[in-house]
């Protein structure tokens, strides 16, 4: 879900629909650690921090699967 609204984001009336910081920081805790065992960093371009707080205009982080 993460990966895919990132790269190929849900358009609605013109405007592209981004995961939320949530989102992102949900799929960096579960995915952080194995790839740090594989001596993989979380990519900067992931950076949770560039992605919008929950507003209603982006996926937040409750509608993983």
């Known amino acids: ?3 895919c ?3 190929a984001p849900v358009c609605v009336e013109q405007q592209s629909i981004y995961p939320c910081k ?3 920081e949900s799929v960096k805790q579960s995915c952080e650690g194995p ?3 594989y001596n993989y960093p979380w990519p900067s ?3 949770c921090s560039k ?3 929950d ?3 982006c996926i937040p982080g409750s509608n993983i699967m």
Do not use: D, Q, R
């Open 45 to 47: 371009m992931f950076n």
């Open 35 to 37: 790839m740090l065992a």
């Open 22 to 24: 949530s989102l992102c």
């Open 1 to 3: 879900m993460f990966l």
């Open 51 to 53: 992605f919008p707080e």
């Open 55 to 57: 507003n209603g205009l």
């Open 5 to 7: 609204s990132l790269f």
